[in-house]
């Protein structure tokens, strides 16, 4: 694309702000900028216009969880179902990595968190350590795919290379890159982080499956004859990766997919829920429940939406594939994103001034015909590092680590 093509279709677009210092860039800086224009995607900047139309929800209905003392009574049968899909090698997993943790504060990728004490001990590394258990039980790896964005992936491969991916079979760990959005200020006005580069963000972690076959990722996948992807978040230290019991509990259940979900804390604890929506396999949102409905029980005094998303599921990869090209819903968040103002100034804002435009992975469970949620013991599975102090910190994680002797 040249500047003459660029500035017909961002005139177009209403944005011909993006070209301003487009005569004061160096020939390297003004074809950068071009590359950018050339990838935008824009089905997303027009979503901006239409944030104010309400999100239409179906007929919400509750969705029986199989609790954890059912799956400690059936814990045997579900193992060895786990097991034998591993060693048959027809399960893969996916680490969501890309996100930048900006609640959390820490300018590294996540998972380069150190989280020990008295040692040297990082998030990435108790990830693998988790997963380790289980292929060790089950006496055979399985393949790792992490998902990484522009922002971190220089960081991330380099630390997994350093630390010899923590003793992980290096041709087992395949990493890949998300694709990124512009972000927008609340005009819908796309930002500039300086005169030749657009303020871009992640595109959230509903697009993993997409980005694995845009990085050409996919392919491996379907060498290695996958049949099961689980996926999980980058800071929940606890999570059990690649659990045979949880691989078995959905395999048996004949569902497409499933999550592992812990009981909620408090009525109004702010977890999505999974429920059904219009019969579909659905995550409500606590923000979209309404107080009756997050607080109705059940006759025999359990809360009816009682089971939280812990984000670690399994997909069965025929579906993944049914799904491919489908659009998936836009989240759009108001967040606090610098940015170079009209005179050309670096500001750092201290409130949310724009917006950044995300799929999430939960809708994809939508998108299932089917899924099971499984129960896991909330202080043994579930310590997400999100908040620099407080609910779900470091602090807390440390405890809850500390409490299932975790050496720190
Ligand atoms: P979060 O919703 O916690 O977002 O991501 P985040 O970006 O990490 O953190 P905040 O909201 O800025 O504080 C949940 C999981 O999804 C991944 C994250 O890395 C984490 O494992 N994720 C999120 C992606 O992989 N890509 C994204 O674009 C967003």
Same mark, same amino acid.
């Given at each position: ?12 677009? *209403? ?21 950018? $224009? ?8 027009? #979503? ?33 179902? *786990? ?23 820490? =300018?590294?990728?996540?998972? +380069? ?19 380790? %258990? ?26 997994? %290379?350093?630390?010899?991916?923590? /003793?992980? &079979? ?11 959005? &512009?972000?927008?200020?609340?005009? *819908? ?5 300086? &005169?030749?580069?657009?303020? +871009? ?10 980005? +694995?076959?845009?990085? *050409? ?8 004859? @996958? ?7 980058? =800071? ?25 979900? $812990? ?7 702010? $977890? ?20 009756? +409905? ?14 939280? $998303? ?15 090209? #489908?659009?998936?819903? @836009? ?12 005179? /050309?100034?670096?500001?750092? &804002? ?39 102090? /407080? ?13 299932? /002797?975790? #050496?720190?």
């Amino acid at each position: 694309m040249n500047d003459t093509q660029a500035y017909e279709l961002l005139k177009r677009k *209403g944005q011909t702000h993006i070209l301003d210092f487009f005569d004061s860039l160096t020939v390297e800086e003004q074809k950068h900028l071009l590359a950018q $224009v050339e990838r935008i995607d824009w089905s997303v900047i027009d #979503a901006a216009m239409h944030k104010d139309e309400p999100a239409c929800r179906g007929k919400i209905e509750p969705l029986d969880a199989i609790e954890a003392a059912e799956i400690e009574e059936k814990k045997e049968r579900f193992h060895s179902l *786990g097991i034998q899909a591993i060693r048959e090698k027809k399960v893969g997993c996916v680490l969501l990595a890309g996100g930048q943790g900006t609640r959390l504060g820490f =300018d590294k990728p996540k998972g +380069m968190l150190n989280i020990g004490i008295n040692r040297n001990l990082y998030l990435f590394e108790m990830l693998i350590s988790n997963l380790t %258990k289980n292929t060790d039980a089950a006496g055979v790896t399985v393949p790792l795919y992490i998902m990484t964005s522009d922002k971190n992936n220089q960081d991330t491969v380099t630390f997994f %290379k350093e630390h010899d991916y923590f /003793g992980y &079979p290096k041709e087992d760990i395949i990493f890949f890159v998300q694709e990124m959005v &512009p972000c927008t200020d609340f005009n *819908g006005k796309i930002l500039m982080e300086n &005169p030749s580069t657009i303020c +871009m963000s992640p595109n959230g972690n509903g697009g993993w499956y997409t980005s +694995m076959q845009n990085s *050409g990722v996919l392919e491996d996948v379907k060498k290695r004859g @996958l049949e099961w992807i689980n996926v999980f978040s980058v =800071d929940n230290v606890l999570q059990q990766i690649a659990d045979p019991v949880f691989i078995g509990a959905t395999i048996d259940s004949g569902c497409v997919s499933g999550a592992k979900v $812990v009981k909620k804390a408090a009525f109004d604890e702010r $977890v999505g829920v999974l429920c059904l929506e219009d019969k579909r396999p659905s995550i409500v949102e606590y923000y979209e429940m309404t107080e009756e +409905m997050a607080s109705s029980r059940k006759q025999n005094g359990d809360l009816t939406y009682g089971f939280g $998303v812990t984000l670690n599921y399994l997909f069965r990869v025929d579906m993944l594939n049914a799904m491919l090209g #489908a659009n998936m819903p @836009l989240h759009i968040a108001e967040k606090k994103i610098p940015y170079m103002d009209k005179d /050309g100034n670096y500001i750092q &804002p201290d409130r949310p001034n724009g917006y950044k435009f995300e799929t999430l992975v939960l809708d994809m469970v939508h998108m299932s015909d089917s899924c099971i949620p499984c129960e896991v013991v909330r202080e043994k599975e579930f310590a997400p590092i999100k908040n620099a102090s /407080g609910v779900d910190s470091l602090e807390s994680a440390r405890k809850l680590l500390s409490a299932n /002797g975790v #050496a720190l």
